[in-house]
């Protein structure tokens, strides 16, 4: 019988951590998104698009931290730039000079950014992105797409527990691609909607990810423009993956705010909200602030981070290493008579089985190829980094063959 | 004429920040705090108690990173353990068994912690620790004391742009030390009371500290218990400082949930909510998730700045220290015909002027004295360190006596 992964120690541990941690591992790296017993919960170390998990398995890691790891676990430039202003200091009663350089860069970077603020968390920019826009329009209403994730706070979070009425009074949802849903929204609020937030393209957990039907993103700017909304775009996930100037130059569009956080730093605390002049002086106007904020090894960090996405054309191998990967996997799948396409941008995919809505062959498939070596999440977009090689993706390939076997015999089809 | 201390770096690095960042520096540090024109802005290099502004000043700091920094700058012990973790891995796709261990340790430590879990600012451990506390208890107001600090979310932001009507709708508040105001609003919302959220001791911003009054604890957690109200103790600010078992050890009563960050890992991002085991259910099924809340690199550091602070018994360092910086500043402002006194713990003090409200001698006198090589914070709470010497104070004295005599000159008394 074949040899695969076992993760004793992570069980272990995670009951272990029960004892002490509400829910073990709560939030996004949960057990609970995964699937029980058939994963790791336990990094060791990490290294490139690989990480020994504490049971001593050795994966490459399509999750990529859920996002941060862009550039690889421990790239050595962007560790130098770190080290550097590490040893002259990090959180300090001033800021550094290095905050000035970082907003500066993220000007010259980011086409339609006029400023930019620093945060730490995605929810800590979406949620004031929401407050500047009521600031400045004067309006409460705020649109967004059902089953979108803009963060942990409790206009946004995907939790029911600790929820008043009045967290989400204001709150009003739309359908994804669907331009009548939007439209009834804009007729109904009109005059008192002071912001629309959206993703770039729809990446929910539990379905296949929706790239914009053509005209989405132009008849969304084309009415804020019209109505006096401000348009907020949460990059936070997709940042640097689809575009080094955010994600609507990809799409071709110009919103008025945008949010960054995950691949800024590559792993690195960071997180920031750039936006317009216009927006300047409501952003001026909405207090803003957290402990940890001004720290500058993290703005070291992007700074280094920013400056090997640009000189690498990261994005474009994201693109090709994760094209290549989709081709594969969709090969196989097809060489073994089974259902398995790809959805989202090739940098970000989430392929998954088109004749199941229930995620059972997908969960089994996933788990099986993690298994064996290479982490695939079953119900959450992947991500792709500017360290995975062809290599790493024939490597990953074998698992899925093996994998993909074990679907067919159990499902048939 | 007496050579002190000119921030035209600062001034001039501000200007430049202003064209890209909204106020240039936002939040807490922002210089609209300070003096303008009379205070650094960026810091250079940190070590110790000492840190050197871009303009090369060099300064004794009271501020400690508005209280992060408590072992002093870069702690070649807290600043190892974190070199150690990150050379394995700092954030990936899992935790490290370091969470487990820090979990462990804090409630091994905190004498009314039974579990605890992981954010990265204040704010993010405030606002769940009220979500947590109406899951409990299916209840929906907050009782909070008038001009408390718990953070940057709409629920408690001092700023006042932005913000809706529905984002303070169950907050209600009383007064320190006032039980009258406190009995009020529990007669008025009996029964539909979730929270009552507190400081350890009072510390507004421009106003002098207030220690609780005989009593004023025991009467809060009685009142709490009998009317099955969650009480949350925002140790954020004083973590650390007062009681290495969280402050509530130090006045002698228990919370239900307390919230720690700033000296939680001398400067590294994390924040920590910590409670009961009356509460871990409700705490599971309030969801609680950010980018970084897993990184490992924050948590090792943690331990070795708990490890210390136990080892050194850094909290009765800090009373010493702060008992002799506050009897020197005292006994100067008498010699010079000055009214100044000490408010807050000495570990955390606040002196001030008692014959002015407007803080107009408060803020010459700390001008001055940051002119001449020692930060003091006209406006908010100072903080001590482990990293303060006897000889360090007696520095910042001449620079005290200095600035005490110009206050004589033009405030006359």
Not at 330 to 339: C, I, T
Request: charged residues 20%.
């Amino acid at each position: 019988m074949e040899n695969t992964y076992n993760f004793r120690k992570s069980t272990d541990t995670f009951l272990r951590a029960t004892k002490v941690i509400p829910t073990g591992i709560y939030g996004h790296q949960t057990p609970a998104l995964l699937v029980p017993g058939s994963f790791p919960y336990y990094t060791a170390k990490a290294s490139g698009c690989r990480y020994q998990d504490i049971d001593g398995n050795e994966l490459i890691d399509y999750i990529c931290s859920y996002g941060p790891m862009v550039l690889g676990y421990n790239n050595p430039e962007v560790e130098a730039a770190a080290q550097a202003q590490r040893e002259l200091f990090d959180c300090a009663s001033h800021p550094g000079e290095v905050m000035v350089r970082l907003a500066e860069r993220l000007v010259e970077l980011i086409p339609a950014a006029d400023w930019a603020a620093f945060a730490k968390n995605g929810s800590d920019v979406t949620s004031w992105a929401l407050q500047v826009a009521r600031e400045h329009t004067k309006r409460r209403k705020v649109l967004m797409v059902q089953d979108t994730y803009h963060g942990a706070h409790p206009w946004s979070t995907p939790g029911h527990g600790g929820l008043i009425h009045e967290d989400r009074a204001h709150l009003h949802y739309f359908t994804w691609n669907d331009t009548d849903s939007f439209f009834k929204l804009i007729e109904k609020y009109k005059g008192d909607i002071a912001a629309v937030i959206m993703t770039p393209f729809h990446h929910p957990t539990y379905y296949a990810s929706q790239m914009p039907a053509p005209g989405w993103w132009a008849t969304i700017e084309k009415t804020c423009r019209e109505q006096g909304i401000i348009l907020v775009l949460d990059d936070v996930r997709a940042s640097f993956r689809l575009h080094i100037g955010g994600s609507n130059e990809y799409f071709g569009f110009k919103p008025d705010l945008i949010c960054f956080c995950k691949a800024l730093a590559n792993g690195h605390p960071l997180s920031a909200c750039c936006g317009t002049n216009e927006l300047k002086l409501a952003a001026a106007r909405v207090y803003f602030s957290g402990t940890y904020w001004y720290s500058a090894v993290p703005m070291a960090a992007s700074l280094a981070t920013l400056d090997i996405l640009e000189r690498t054309d990261a994005v474009a191998h994201m693109f090709k290493i994760g094209g290549m990967l989709m081709d594969g996997l969709e090969d196989l799948a097809e060489s073994h008579g089974l259902q398995f396409k790809r959805s989202g941008p090739p940098s970000m995919p989430f392929p998954h089985f088109t004749n199941e809505d229930n995620f059972m062959r997908q969960q089994v498939f996933c788990s099986e190829v993690t298994k064996r070596g290479s982490l695939f999440h079953p119900h959450h977009n992947w991500f792709m980094s500017a360290a995975h090689s062809e290599k790493d993706i024939e490597e990953t390939l074998k698992h899925a063959d093996a994998a993909f076997k074990i679907v067919k015999n159990e499902f048939g089809s």
